[in-house]
């Protein structure tokens, strides 16, 4: 399973990132980039560049593979449990 870190360019997100890759874990990242910064995600992570509120695109995303929801954002996500799981710090 893939963790999908929602905001993972920004501050926190990236460091989760960091660590989720050092861990060897399969990571992808959703950013606007409203705030973060593309440099900052590591290249071994997959990057969705888009808006976790636009539903068309984010269903895109989880069309791709299953994802664990993880990220500063991922609050979002506990409720609908269609898409996987959501773990996070909201
Ligand atoms: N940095 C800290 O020490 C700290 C401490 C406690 C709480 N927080 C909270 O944690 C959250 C994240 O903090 P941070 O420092 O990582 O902030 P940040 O701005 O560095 O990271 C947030 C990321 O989310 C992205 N983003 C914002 N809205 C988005 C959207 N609609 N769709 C997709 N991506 C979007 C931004 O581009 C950015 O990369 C904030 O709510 C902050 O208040 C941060």
Redesign the pocket.
């Known amino acids: 399973m893939t963790v999908l870190v929602?905001?993972?360019?920004?501050?926190?997100?990236?460091?989760m990132v960091d660590r989720l890759v050092d861990q060897q874990t399969d990571v992808a990242v959703?950013?606007?980039?409203?705030?973060?910064?593309r440099a900052?995600v590591r290249p071994e992570a997959r990057f969705y560049e888009?808006?976790?509120?636009?539903k068309e695109f984010m269903r895109s995303v989880f069309k791709k593979r299953k994802h664990r929801c993880s990220?500063?954002?991922c609050g979002l996500f506990y409720r609908t449990g269609k898409y996987g799981e959501a773990t996070g710090?909201?």
Do not use: F, M, Q, T
């Open positions: 929602l905001g993972g360019a920004g501050y926190i997100g990236s460091h959703v950013d606007n980039l409203v705030k973060g910064h900052a888009g808006d976790v509120r636009d990220g500063p954002l710090l909201l």
